[in-house]
T-cell receptor, first 113, second 116 residues
Framework: GNSVTQMEGPVTLSEEAFLTINCTYT??????LFWYVQYPGEGLQLLLK?????DKGSNKGFEATYRKETTSFHLEKGSVQVSDSAVYFCALTNGGATNKLIFGTGTLLAVQP | GAGVSQSPSNKVTEKGKDVELRCDPI?????LYWYRQSLGQGLEFLIYFQGNSAPDKSGLPSDRFSAERTGGSVSTLTIQRTQQEDSAVYLC??????????????FGAGTRLSVL
């Protein structure tokens, strides 16, 4: 079946450090891939997405590239800020009638000043 | 414009009681999803509504869980005879028609359910 695996947290970084959160997936066919972010006390928000191989999603300085050969969608940011502290979820949808999201377990990022 | 609205934001109940959780999707969104976020299970799909089609209930964990969507808009998730393992954050999401939405779902802030 379809599944998403992302790195365990928490990830603790100093401001302006480089961020990588690993995400790999298992899916049949050609899933769409997403990163959602959950800031403290708020709901899930779409951060970025990619719908086909080699697509790069980007938003707010974050990037992730859809790598079909490695079944990965790692999240990166060159210089994190304290305001980036949140829980990050990697997810996929695999079409079909429902188009439900299948999530990874989430990675807590804590950025210290 | 208004986003997905969920109520209540927090609910504390006693084991064995029934609870109802409400979701108001974004106006005009035909697809509505319920997910559950719990410590042991992460974020998991519960149920999906699309227009007037029969809902996809494949994610509901037991027959104590049910959901309705009246008039293609507001949805209510009902949990009967609550158990402690039902404690979680229940998230609702809505989406416009798939062909236009490119798979984006918009989430509410969730209802935190605590079963004592």
């Amino acid at each position: 079946g379809n599944s998403v695996t992302q790195m365990e947290g928490p990830v603790t970084l100093s401001e302006e450090a480089f961020l990588t959160i690993n995400c790999t997936y298992t899916a049949t066919g050609y899933p769409s891939l997403f990163w959602y972010v959950q800031y403290p006390g708020e709901g899930l928000q779409l951060l970025l997405k990619a719908t086909k191989a080699d697509d790069k999603g980007s938003n707010k300085g974050f990037e992730a590239t859809y790598r079909k050969e490695t079944t990965s969608f790692h999240l990166e940011k060159g210089s994190v800020q304290v305001s980036d502290s949140a829980v990050y979820f990697c997810a996929l949808t695999n079409g079909g009638a429902t188009n439900k999201l299948i999530f990874g377990t989430g990675t807590l990022l804590a950025v210290q000043p | 414009g208004a986003g997905v609205s969920q109520s209540p934001s927090n609910k504390v109940t006693e084991k064995g009681k029934d609870v109802e959780l409400r979701c108001d999707p974004i106006s005009g969104h035909t697809a509505l999803y319920w997910y559950r976020q719990s410590l042991g299970q992460g974020l998991e799909f519960l149920i999906y509504f699309q227009g007037n089609s029969a809902p996809d209930k494949s994610g509901l964990p037991s027959d104590r869980f049910s959901a309705e969507r009246t008039g293609g808009s507001v949805s209510t998730l009902t949990i009967q005879r609550t158990q402690q393992e039902d404690s979680a954050v229940y998230l609702c999401a809505s989406s416009p028609r798939l062909a236009l939405a490119k798979n984006i779902q918009y989430f509410g802030a969730g209802t935190r359910l605590s079963v004592l």
